[in-house]
């Protein structure tokens, strides 16, 4: 039997061009884990930006639907935060992918489309993809 996984999942969309960074954590954890990463992420990012962020570190406390939340840090951006789950044997990018593509088709109508393949850098645990 496939153990189920969950990984965070941090989306920074730009409205100027349509074009999405997400970013996904390390994974590998229990459902718990990965709602208290993403508390841990959204309650650093509410002490250093209190009128964006405050609010939306509540709302991911007392539970968010569908485990998603959205931010407007700047007036031409938006980030949205959620978590997802994936089998244990699966890659968690393969499962972001997917997230990413159903999110896609339901803001745009459009299918997400990959252009930079994922990478691990320093800055980013697990690595980043996106479409730019």
């Not at 639907?65 to 007036?75: E, I, M, Q």
């Not at 938006?78 to 499962?95: F, G, L, Q, R, T």
């Not at 997230?99 to 994922?118: E, R």
């Amino acid at each position: 039997m496939t153990t189920t996984l969950w990984n965070t999942l941090v989306i920074t969309l730009s409205r100027a061009d349509g074009f999405g960074s997400p970013q996904y954590g390390t994974g590998g954890w229990t459902r718990e884990e990965a709602l208290a990463e993403q508390q841990s992420l959204l309650d650093r990012l509410a002490a250093e930006f209190p009128h964006t962020y405050s609010s939306v570190a509540a709302k991911w406390r007392i539970g968010a639907k569908d485990d998603t939340v959205y931010a407007r840090p700047r007036s031409d951006a938006m980030s949205v935060h959620a978590i997802y789950e994936y089998p244990e044997d699966e890659d968690p990018v393969h499962k972001a992918l997917e997230w990413l593509d159903d999110f896609s088709m339901q803001a745009t109508g459009q299918p997400f489309q990959l252009i930079v393949p994922p990478t691990t850098p320093p800055t980013a645990p697990g690595g980043t993809f996106s479409r730019r």
